[in-house]
């Protein structure tokens, strides 16, 4: 279902042709609106929704297909449970579940924005939309056949059907922006490492100048002449050349300290030299999610124009086996002069996240730093893929990053740093090694980047190994790349910066 959509926002009138999608709660009770342009359908609904024990219970839902009384082809009753606990974020996992129940050749639907206490606010309407943006997104450019009912219809139109079309339409508007980062990102996460290496994904990311980023690239003798010796010890096996890409927004007041998101790139990941197994390895095109994010980042905050200044920064290497190759046991300097021991050349996301880090502080002296990585296979084993794993060095950035996660879903649970994890990675030949062993390996790897950050510095880690791509659809995305965290981060300087939620 990826074809054009038009998203739109009209009145609350029965339609007269397509798809019609309705809510009701757990009472099987419509708001006023939506029992209007029914009429007589209801009573037809009633008897269907006994015959088939439907509920009205959140996520549930019901079809008639050439409901009786009604002009449109399809009628799907989407159950909504207590409209009185629904969050924020419900909305827009209501929006994904009634784009769903739109079958893929359908050409127009309609989306009641209303419930039993009556007519959802034109924000809420917005989250509805944004639901139906991300749950439509398919990357499907690599696909040359398709069945017969498999067809897209050319020229989708879901409308959302609510009390105030104008004000929802400019409710929309900063959602929109946000949902083409999450686009943006999940693009980019599902591009396979034969397209998207560390050149081509540097020169997507100058697509943001568009929409007033300002964008500079970092080359191979560039980077060292820094210095950045971690970095590029992980690209150094790759026929591809490494970089580094700084994505600047400046929205918020002139001169004021900014903020920084740091994103790990590694287009492919083999795991070098120390080699990873062959099943699965294809998931590692996706070991770019932090950098894919960070990326979708900056083009939602400067697509909606947050009153922020943002440095997004991103180190894009390809980890390859080859006779260049790192080797274990080889020691490199990184850019912030500390030595380190290479153990493992598949702990490679830590060595290039060190660097970008230190590159970041130095440079750019932020009011805190938020860093993304698929780093760890154990934080998979410790959270699965619904929360990702946070460590950070500052109470209140915490508090603030579990707030955002709570009001859009992309859930973070916070883990522990310590001294005695920090033991785990000394090393006998230089200042640290790259792996502290089997236990905690998500912690060790968390400890690791610290050594990269000043105390006083607030900086979050979050390891999003397990949130980056999944290949179970949810709600809100049937695709592999989730995008995870443009909507966190969205949020988070939302709230921080501009002083509202949603
Ligand atoms: N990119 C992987 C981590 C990963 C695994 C991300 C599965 C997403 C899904 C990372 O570079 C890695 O290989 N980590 C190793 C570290 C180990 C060698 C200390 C791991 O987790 O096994
Ligand atoms: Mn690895
Ligand atoms: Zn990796």
């Known amino acids: 279902m990826s074809g054009a959509l038009k998203l739109g926002f009209g009145p609350l009138s029965a339609p007269s042709r397509g798809v019609l999608v309705v809510f009701c709660d757990d009472a099987l009770r419509f708001g006023s609106a939506t029992s209007r342009a029914l009429g007589s359908a209801s009573d037809l609904f009633a008897r269907a929704a006994r015959a088939e024990h439907f509920s009205g219970k959140v996520g549930s839902n019901l079809e008639l297909v050439v409901p009786e009384g009604l002009k449109v082809v399809r009628l799907v009753v989407v159950g909504v449970g207590k409209p009185a606990d629904l969050k924020v974020n419900d909305f827009v996992r209501l929006g994904g579940a009634a784009a769903d129940k739109v079958?893929?050749?359908?050409?127009?639907a309609t989306i009641f924005a209303d419930l039993p206490g009556g007519a959802m606010r034109p924000d809420r309407a917005a989250d509805l939309a944004?639901?139906?943006k991300l749950r439509v997104y398919a990357f499907d450019r690599y696909k040359t056949k398709r069945k017969d009912d498999d067809k897209p219809a050319a020229n989708r139109k879901i409308t959302i059907a609510v009390a105030d079309a104008g004000a929802a339409r400019s409710a929309f508007a900063r959602r929109e922006a946000v949902a083409d980062g999450v686009v943006m990102a999940r693009d980019l996460v599902n591009e396979p490492a034969n397209v998207l290496y560390p050149e081509e994904f540097a020169r997507r990311a100058t697509v943001l100048r568009k929409v007033g980023c300002q964008i500079e690239i970092l080359d191979v003798p560039k980077m060292r002449k820094l210095g950045m010796n971690a970095l590029l010890g992980v690209g150094q096996g790759s026929v591809r050349d490494?970089?580094?890409v700084v994505m600047r927004w400046n929205g918020g007041r002139k001169g004021d300290t900014p903020v920084c998101f740091i994103g790990k790139g590694v287009c492919f990941d083999t795991g070098g030299i120390s080699i990873k197994p062959a099943g699965g390895m294809e998931d590692m095109k996706g070991d770019m999610a932090g950098a894919a994010c960070v990326t979708g980042l900056m083009h939602a905050l400067a697509a909606r124009k947050a009153r922020v200044n943002?440095?997004?920064?991103?180190?894009?290497?390809?980890?390859?086996?080859?006779?260049?190759?790192q080797r274990p046991g080889?020691?490199?300097?990184?850019?912030?002069g500390q030595t380190i021991e290479i153990i493992n050349t598949d702990a490679e996301g830590r060595l290039v996240l060190g660097d970008v880090i230190w590159?970041?502080?130095?440079?750019?002296?932020?009011?805190?730093?938020?860093?993304?990585?698929?780093?760890t296979g154990a934080i998979i084993v410790a959270l699965g893929h619904e929360y990702a794993g946070m460590f950070v060095n500052n109470d209140q950035l915490a508090e603030r990053l579990t707030k955002a996660g709570e009001e859009t879903g992309e859930l973070v649970w916070r883990m522990p740093l310590s001294k005695e994890y920090d033991k785990l990675i000394d090393s006998k030949f230089a200042d640290m090694k790259n792996t502290g062993g089997r236990m905690g390996g998500a912690i060790t790897a968390a400890q690791f980047i610290k050594r990269f950050v000043d105390d006083k510095t607030p900086w979050a880690h979050l390891d999003i190994a397990g949130t980056g791509f999944d290949s179970r659809q949810n709600e809100i995305n049937k695709s592999w790349g989730s995008g995870w965290g443009v909507r966190l981060l969205d949020q988070l300087v939302a709230d921080h910066f501009e002083g509202k939620g949603r």
Request: a positive charge; glycine letters at 10%; hydrophobic letters at 45%.
């Open 359 to 375: 590159y970041a502080a130095q440079r750019f002296k932020p009011k805190f730093m938020i860093d993304l990585a698929t780093l």
């Open 310 to 325: 943002a440095v997004g920064l991103i180190g894009l290497v390809e980890n390859m086996p080859d006779g260049k190759a």
């Open 330 to 336: 080889d020691i490199v300097k990184s850019m912030s």
């Open 130 to 132: 944004l639901g139906v």
């Open 103 to 108: 079958p893929g050749n359908a050409t127009e």
């Open 242 to 244: 490494s970089r580094v």
